[in-house]
T-cell receptor, first 114, second 111 residues
Framework: DGGITQSPKYLFRKEGQNVTLSCEQN?????MYWYRQDPGQGLRLIYY???????QKGDIAEGYSVSREKKESFPLTVTSAQKNPTAFYLC?????????????FGEGSWLTVV | RKEVEQDPGPFNVPEGATVAFNCTYS??????FFWYRQDCRKEPKLLMS?????NEDGRFTAQLNRASQYISLLIRDSKLSDSATYLC????????????WGAGTKLIIKP
């Protein structure tokens, strides 16, 4: 099946730990994105990548890191520097961002700090 | 002022009724517009794109008003399954083509 796969779906992190969320897509999309959503809030862009080996900070990149070594993969690391990481994390992908096309999401990952 | 604004609701609507809500955007360079639907604790899913001429998909109609800088979504003959949060999304050429998201309008269809 074509689509975007995020894992794990639920993750618990202890204070001071780094965790990595996986995002894989087989849609042959150039662009990939990571968003964070807090309860009752809109989506906020963490990082995005328009092409392999390149990525840009979004609005709330502090405390997060990404890599884009392969077209299909865009993992997000939530570092210990992120002081309030409990949230719903959404990975998305889309074709050429300069077109009128929009993006499609994975099922999301719930991260909770314990 | 937020770049994309939506009434958070909730809109409580009886089943079978027609409901409409708007989304205003501040950037006049906005080029592409979309409505997404998000169910509780799920990912957003594309509902429909919004074209300059407006578009219709079954019970759903989306329209764009560039002069007043808003888009609208109208749902006719509402079903219980339409209960969700509806997110408005705008893409502008002068923001590196990034998508700007509204916070969503919550819709509750009551039997």
């Amino acid at each position: 099946d074509g689509g975007i796969t995020q894992s794990p779906k639920y993750l618990f992190r202890k204070e001071g730990q780094n965790v990595t969320l996986s995002c894989e897509q087989n849609l042959n999309h150039d662009a990939m994105y990571w968003y964070r959503q807090d309860p009752g809030q809109g989506l906020r862009l963490i990082y995005y990548s328009q092409i392999v080996n390149d990525f840009q900070k979004g609005d709330i990149a502090e405390g997060y890191s990404v890599s884009r070594e392969k077209k299909e993969s865009f993992p997000l690391t939530v570092t210990s520097a992120q002081k309030n990481p409990t949230a719903f994390y959404l990975c998305a992908s889309g074709s050429n961002p300069h077109s009128g096309n929009t993006i499609y999401f994975g099922e999301g990952s719930w991260l909770t700090v314990v | 002022r937020k770049e994309v604004e939506q009434d958070p609701g909730p809109f409580n609507v009886p089943e079978g009724a027609t409901v409409a809500f708007n989304c205003t955007y501040s950037n006049s360079a906005s080029q592409s517009f979309f409505w997404y639907r998000q169910d509780c604790r799920k990912e957003p899913k594309l509902l429909m794109s919004v074209y300059s001429s407006g578009n219709e998909d079954g019970r759903f109609t989306a329209q764009l008003n560039r002069a007043s800088q808003y888009i609208s979504l109208l749902i006719r003959d509402s079903k219980l399954s339409d209960s969700a949060t509806y997110l408005c999304v705008v893409k502008a050429m002068d923001s590196n083509y990034q998508l700007i998201w509204g916070a969503g309008t919550k819709l509750i269809i009551k039997p």
